[in-house]
């Protein structure tokens, strides 16, 4: 019996030991309103929070630098402003995960080839889920070219909606500048909107699957390949007032009204959607009977691998 009580002593005193350790290396932060600029330098976890009326910041709502890992996850970005770009969500270098969630009337003032107006990313492992760009920005000018975009690095992109954004300056449905070859790109949604293009990529070959590009106005092209190949799998592009690429474009398994390349060329199509939404409810302010630590304990054993622990 001795024996037995001494053992969880011992695996009581290192999980303890452990919980300090992600008490000094990470801040965890829930259901919190946020209404002026967060900075993070290490490894942080923002779950049902709202960052709103962050206005005329100087690169974001949240901005995230350094090795560490940024994971946003159900949170809102609301009525965010910057007088450069990115102005909800910001991360250079590391790892983020943004998960299910909404950035909204979200824009940048300066026109550029990196990051977008309402988030991006330099030189980082990014993962992107379920998240919705809902007028990014209202009007053409100021502007700061795409929507979202990704510079260098790696990319999972998965369930993108870009809907009522309007600007001039890149790629409505993302960007991706020297992001690596070979990454996830599928599931991705444009419509209503007004932009230079509907989806860009710069100097490495990229694959998406499943896209909608649908009842938007482009100043310059549609697809816009500079100096790499795009493809895309399984896309469907209606109502559209530009059809012409640029670059080395591929259509495989492709409907439209009107792109040359595509497989299928109709007037109009019916295409069932099977539909998952990430949030089962919006409410924000109701508190679930849930354990945070717990929450952080789940994720740290995700990460244990990439904790440095010293003895």
Not at 107 to 122: C, E, L, Q, V
Not at 124 to 130: E, G, N, Q, R, T
Request: glycine share 6%; charged share 20%.
């Amino acid at each position: 019996m001795a024996h037995h009580l001494n053992l969880m002593e011992a695996q009581q005193s290192l999980l303890i030991s452990t919980l300090n350790l992600i008490q000094l290396r990470t801040s965890y932060f829930q259901e919190q309103v946020f209404r002026e600029v967060v900075v993070v330098t290490k490894s942080s976890i923002f779950v049902k929070c709202r960052f709103e009326d962050c206005q005329e910041t100087e690169s974001g709502a949240l901005v995230s630098s350094g090795s560490n890992e940024l994971v946003v996850e159900q949170t809102d970005f609301l009525r965010c402003s910057s007088k450069t770009k990115c102005a909800g969500l910001k991360k250079e270098n590391g790892k983020l995960l943004m998960d299910c969630c909404l950035l909204k009337e979200c824009h940048g003032k300066i026109d550029n080839d990196i990051f977008g107006t309402a988030m991006g990313s330099s030189n980082c492992d990014a993962k992107i889920l379920d998240t919705t760009f809902l007028m990014c920005w209202k009007a053409a000018s100021p502007y700061a070219d795409s929507v979202y975009g990704l510079y260098k690095g790696t990319a999972d992109i998965n369930g993108i909606n870009c809907s009522r954004c309007i600007s001039r300056g890149g790629g409505l449905a993302g960007s991706l500048n020297e992001v690596e070859s070979g990454v996830e790109l599928r599931y991705i949604q444009g419509v209503q909107s007004e932009e230079h293009n509907a989806f860009e990529a710069f100097q490495t070959e990229h694959t998406i699957n499943y896209m909608n590009i649908i009842n938007n106005t482009f100043t310059h092209r549609f697809f816009n390949a500079y100096q790499t190949k795009l493809t895309v799998i399984s896309g469907c592009f209606f109502k559209n007032d530009c059809y012409n690429n640029y670059g080395t474009v591929e259509l495989i398994n492709c409907i439209s009204d009107g792109l040359l390349g595509a497989t299928f060329q109709e007037d109009i199509s019916t295409i069932k959607f099977d539909v998952n939404e990430c949030r089962t409810s919006r409410r924000f302010t109701q508190r679930e009977d849930k354990n945070p630590l717990l929450i952080v304990m789940v994720w740290l054993l995700m990460n244990l691998a990439h904790l440095e622990i010293s003895t």
